[in-house]
């Protein structure tokens, strides 16, 4: 049974940082890439970043440029998102995914977490 657990969600001030953890557990993920995705209330799903197997690819919404990072550890099967510079409206539930690269960018996954909160207040 295909497991992901995020962790690392909590509430920060604007301006300040977190590290989001993702460990996937249940199969071999090889040749898979990995993404992370958030939910706002009252909004959609939206793509946030991808990685891909062997971390030679990444990809960005243009909202987190330059403040998101996302790394994987292969040996782990964890992947990593570092969020830096927060604002309030990086406020969501944040949720990591598993899948080819193509669907990843897609916003599509095949497995998903349970998600974790993260609170960035003003």
């Known amino acids: 049974q295909v497991q992901l657990v995020e962790s690392g969600g909590g509430l920060v001030q604007a301006g300040g940082s977190l590290r989001l953890s993702c460990a996937a557990s249940g199969r071999t993920f090889s040749s898979y890439a990995m993404g992370w995705f958030r939910q706002a209330p009252g909004k959609e799903r939206e793509f946030v970043a991808a990685?891909?197997?062997?971390?030679?690819?990444?990809d960005y919404a243009d909202s987190v440029k330059g403040r998101f990072t996302i790394s994987r550890d292969n040996t782990k099967n964890t992947v990593y998102l570092q969020m830096n510079s927060l604002k309030p409206e990086d406020t969501a539930v944040y949720y990591c995914a598993v899948a080819r690269w193509v669907r990843i960018v897609a916003g599509r996954g095949n497995y998903w977490g349970q998600g974790t909160q993260v609170t960035v207040s003003s």
């Open positions: 990685i891909s197997w062997t971390a030679r690819n990444t």
